[in-house]
């Protein structure tokens, strides 16, 4: 018993470590990105492919390192995501040129793909049901920890020191949770490891994702991004229909027909990302040119949602071990509803307790969705198919972030056509913002219908709990 829960500690360190590092990477990064392209000469296309890249790279790979997990060990591959992604950041720190970082970023996010793709399998493997939330909760709260303390941190950090050092830091926290996994946590039993690997399904996946992601965030440039979009689109629907022919899937589409719970589960994670991803990109804007803040007077507010998920999320989790986890998941999804109704409602001469209001209701919304939504998702499966799950689930996160910066740039396109924010186009920007969050606002009130439509069976109530 005692080795048992060596075990299940070890696990949530190294998975907490490796979700610290992530966020915090990127967070840290953006920070550190002007210092880097005053060094480097660089572009602005340049800097931001910095981030773009990683981002591209860690959602082409995803499903695949899901099923190469299911098919060959989930510690196996979690121990080879982040050994790359440490490596990297060691490389990164030594890079000689703009294209260097871009090309060891895109390096990284494989890495980064490998461990998001097979860290919440691992929780689930390593936890029984009754204390799984709970457990859940910690390692997402990881996740908000590290985007609250990125921005600060590596601020200090370049401010001291260097760019360069921001990606030193990652070396020996990634080096401390690959040691920790060789040689604490023990290798699961793989059923699939003969199973032949959807070589075509992969490339039509990945294809697809590089066009969308591609065409969305070029939206205001041309047409061409719209016919990228929508090529990207119609390429998933491919996907979908391929895979479902297919004997050995990279995605079994049966887990979406034959499994209403997993189905509306992903569906509800998609939508609520898709909700609330953008505030954050609308509420900085807001304070800095309405309200006349720095940028890290505003970044000091936009911490308020961050901390508090941050410090709700295990509480969460443990309400998911007491009662139905999709029940706690959809009072989440409500309460998110309600902040970005707020939100919406947001004018220039709103007080500032308005927006604290806002983002806590947005911040416990969240933690209360996440981990209990992420607790059903997990739980509704077989363990055969968990790689492929947890790969789905952080396919949804990225999905939904996308589509969120992408219903920005069409309102932003339709109401301050192609304009700077200045003085003269406030009044624009104020209508933009609450059209964007008005939309938001219904994307999560469908996200809520989602989380209900999973229990319209009384057997469907039992299995979520």
Same mark, same amino acid.
């Given at each position: 018993?005692?080795?048992?829960?060596?075990?299940?500690?070890?696990?949530?360190?190294?998975?907490?470590?490796?979700?610290?590092?992530?966020?915090?990477?990127?967070?840290?990064? %953006? #920070? *550190? $990105?002007? @210092?880097?392209?005053?060094? +480097?000469? &660089?572009? =602005?296309?340049?800097?931001?492919? /910095?981030?773009?890249?990683?981002?591209?790279?860690?959602?082409?790979?995803?499903?695949?390192?899901?099923?190469?997990?299911?098919?060959?060990?989930?510690?196996?591959?979690?121990?080879? %995501? #982040? *050994? $790359?992604? @440490?490596?990297?950041?060691? +490389?990164? &720190?030594? =890079?000689?040129?703009?294209?260097? /970082?871009?090309?060891?970023?895109?390096?990284?996010?494989?890495?980064?793909?490998?461990?998001?793709?097979?860290?919440?399998?691992?929780?689930?493997?390593?936890?029984?049901?009754?204390?799984?939330?709970?457990?859940?909760?910690?390692?997402?709260?990881?996740?908000?920890?590290?985007?609250?303390?990125?921005?600060?941190?590596?601020?200090?950090?370049?401010?001291?020191?260097?760019?360069?050092?921001?990606?030193?830091?990652?070396?020996?926290?990634?080096?401390?949770?690959?040691?920790?996994?060789?040689?604490?946590?023990?290798?699961?039993?793989?059923?699939?490891?003969?199973?032949?690997?959807?070589?075509?399904?992969?490339?039509?996946?990945?294809?697809?994702?590089?066009?969308?992601?591609?065409?969305?965030?070029?939206?205001?440039?041309?047409?061409?991004?719209?016919?990228?979009?929508?090529?990207?689109?119609?390429?998933?629907?491919?996907?979908?229909?391929?895979?479902?022919?297919?004997?050995?899937?990279?995605?079994?589409?049966?887990?979406?027909?034959?499994?209403?719970?997993?189905?509306?589960?992903?569906?509800?994670?998609?939508?609520?990302?898709?909700?609330?991803?953008?505030?954050?990109?609308?509420?900085?804007?807001?304070?800095?040119?309405?309200?006349?803040?720095?940028?890290?007077?505003?970044?000091?507010?936009?911490?308020?949602?961050?901390?508090?998920?941050?410090?709700?999320?295990?509480?969460?989790?443990?309400?998911?071990?007491?009662?139905?986890?999709?029940?706690?998941?959809?009072?989440?999804?409500?309460?998110?509803?309600?902040?970005?109704?707020?939100?919406?409602?947001?004018?220039?001469?709103?007080?500032?307790?308005?927006?604290?209001?806002?983002?806590?209701?947005?911040?416990?919304?969240?933690?209360?969705?996440?981990?209990?939504?992420?607790?059903?998702?997990?739980?509704?499966?077989?363990?055969?198919?968990?790689?492929?799950?947890?790969?789905?689930?952080?396919?949804?996160?990225?999905?939904?972030?996308?589509?969120?910066?992408?219903?920005?740039?069409?309102?932003?396109?339709?109401?301050?056509?192609?304009?700077?924010?200045?003085?003269?186009?406030?009044?624009?920007?104020?209508?933009?913002?609450?059209?964007?969050?008005?939309?938001?606002?219904?994307?999560?009130?469908?996200?809520?219908?989602?989380?209900?439509?999973?229990?319209?069976?009384?057997?469907?109530?039992?299995?979520?709990?």
């Amino acid at each position: 018993m005692e080795e048992e829960r060596a075990f299940q500690r070890a696990t949530l360190f190294v998975v907490c470590v490796a979700h610290f590092l992530m966020p915090f990477m990127m967070s840290a990064v %953006g #920070i *550190a $990105l002007p @210092t880097m392209g005053r060094e +480097f000469h &660089a572009t =602005a296309m340049q800097m931001g492919l /910095v981030e773009t890249v990683y981002v591209l790279s860690a959602s082409i790979f995803l499903l695949s390192m899901g099923r190469l997990a299911d098919m060959h060990g989930r510690r196996r591959l979690f121990q080879l %995501g #982040i *050994a $790359l992604f @440490t490596v990297m950041a060691g +490389f990164l &720190a030594f =890079a000689w040129s703009a294209e260097a /970082v871009i090309a060891l970023r895109f390096l990284q996010g494989i890495g980064g793909s490998m461990v998001m793709a097979t860290s919440m399998a691992m929780v689930v493997n390593a936890f029984p049901a009754n204390v799984r939330g709970r457990a859940l909760g910690i390692a997402v709260s990881s996740v908000y920890a590290g985007i609250s303390c990125g921005p600060f941190i590596g601020g200090v950090i370049v401010s001291h020191w260097s760019w360069r050092a921001v990606f030193l830091l990652c070396v020996p926290l990634g080096l401390a949770a690959f040691l920790l996994t060789t040689f604490r946590l023990r290798l699961e039993k793989v059923t699939s490891g003969k199973e032949p690997f959807d070589w075509k399904g992969s490339i039509i996946y990945a294809t697809s994702i590089l066009v969308l992601i591609l065409g969305a965030s070029n939206l205001d440039i041309g047409p061409w991004a719209y016919v990228s979009l929508a090529i990207g689109g119609i390429g998933l629907v491919l996907f979908v229909r391929f895979e479902s022919r297919q004997p050995y899937p990279l995605l079994p589409v049966g887990l979406f027909r034959g499994n209403r719970i997993f189905a509306f589960s992903n569906l509800a994670a998609l939508l609520n990302y898709a909700a609330t991803f953008g505030v954050a990109f609308f509420v900085s804007l807001y304070l800095q040119y309405i309200k006349g803040m720095t940028p890290a007077q505003a970044g000091t507010v936009l911490m308020i949602q961050s901390v508090v998920q941050a410090a709700l999320s295990p509480f969460c989790g443990r309400l998911a071990d007491r009662y139905p986890a999709a029940n706690v998941a959809t009072l989440g999804m409500i309460l998110c509803v309600a902040g970005l109704a707020l939100a919406a409602t947001v004018g220039e001469t709103t007080p500032l307790w308005h927006l604290y209001v806002m983002l806590v209701l947005l911040g416990g919304g969240f933690a209360l969705f996440s981990s209990p939504n992420t607790t059903v998702i997990m739980g509704s499966i077989e363990p055969a198919h968990l790689g492929v799950a947890s790969g789905l689930v952080a396919s949804m996160r990225t999905l939904g972030m996308m589509s969120s910066m992408t219903i920005i740039t069409v309102v932003f396109s339709m109401l301050l056509g192609g304009h700077a924010i200045t003085v003269e186009t406030y009044p624009a920007f104020l209508r933009s913002m609450q059209l964007g969050l008005s939309i938001f606002a219904g994307l999560c009130c469908l996200g809520v219908f989602c989380s209900l439509g999973r229990l319209g069976r009384k057997e469907d109530v039992q299995q979520a709990a």
